[in-house]
């Protein structure tokens, strides 16, 4: 599973991640290249964090 997240919604893609996965994920920064092109997977917003278990 991966979330891509804007700082504003980072709290909701933590717990939308432990409740579906039961288990803690790796929070990462969105690296540069990434960060032109990858929005909020709940707005529009660029994102600023990858929450995944990989």
């Known amino acids: ?3 891509n997240s804007c ?3 980072i709290n909701r893609a933590l717990d939308e ?3 579906k996965e039961e288990t803690f994920p790796n929070m990462e920064p969105v690296t ?5 092109s990858t929005t909020c997977d ?3 917003l660029l ?3 990858l929450v ?3």
């Open 1 to 3: 599973m991966k979330i």
């Open 7 to 9: 700082e504003t919604h």
């Open 17 to 19: 991640f432990v409740a």
């Open 32 to 36: 540069e290249e990434e960060k032109l």
């Open 42 to 44: 709940y707005c529009e």
């Open 47 to 49: 994102a600023v964090y």
């Open 52 to 54: 995944t278990n990989t």
